[in-house]
């Protein structure tokens, strides 16, 4: 029997994730996901760990009404201010938005961590964007799904491949995952989801997820330790639809929203 083993949200874009015993799946993902977003102070694009990769470092922890971010040494505690001064946005080059200015305090802490100057923002009260894919579904400030979906068997399969060149496994927080199931017998099961239940909650295939750079990054140091795993994907795992990059994992949209929590049985209603 398949079970969620772990769920993961990560509050602001390319900063680390917090572990949750039970979460809210809402339409555009696990309550609070990459609700914040750092961007370039001059023109709104989005900072990621592929730039960035000491992002992965900057730990966040919630208290009411905001955030504590840590890193090497230093804090910030930070109000989240759900609407305010606007500032305009962009992903990838592909999406245009607006974000909520966090204000300077979230920024000069951020720009110092960082080493360039940015700001913090948070999604708009009236934020409406569509992922694309098998179900598009909705999405916050995440590449371009609400979810990502891994399983233990195919991290296990991996890291087979991986130790038979002689390099050294990796843990599964590379890949970033909001959901992680373990139970399916099979690697890759993921890949073949079309439909499925988890706690209150029902899910569609979008898309497999396409890997960039950011599996090579510690994500407990913030720093670029590849080449694997993508080395080891690139001998199996090419996508050659998507110009031949690699992948791990499967993007999801939220179909029907509701609660899911860690042992909760993982139901698949539809398969490709």
Known sequence: MATVSALVYYPVKGF???????AEVTGTGLLDDRLL???SADDG???SQRTHPAMAAVRPAPIPGGLRLAAGGTDVEIEITPDGPRRAVSLFGRWFGEGVDQGERAAEWCSGVLGAAVRLVRVTPEHDRDGWGLHPGKVGFGDAHALLLTSESSLDSLNERIAATGADPVPMDRFRPNVVVTGWAEPHTEDRVRRLRVGGATLGYSTRAIRCAVPTVDQRTGVRSGPEPVRTLAAYRREP???NRVSFGAKLAVLV???VAV???VT???WG
Do not use: K
Request: charged share 30%.
């Open 241 to 243: 639809e998507f110009d």
């Open 263 to 265: 042992g909760d049985r």
């Open 16 to 22: 680390a994730g917090i572990a949750l015993d039970e």
């Open 257 to 259: 929203p509701g609660a």
């Open 268 to 270: 698949v209603d539809e």
């Open 45 to 47: 694009v989005f900072l």
């Open 37 to 39: 977003m750092v961007v």
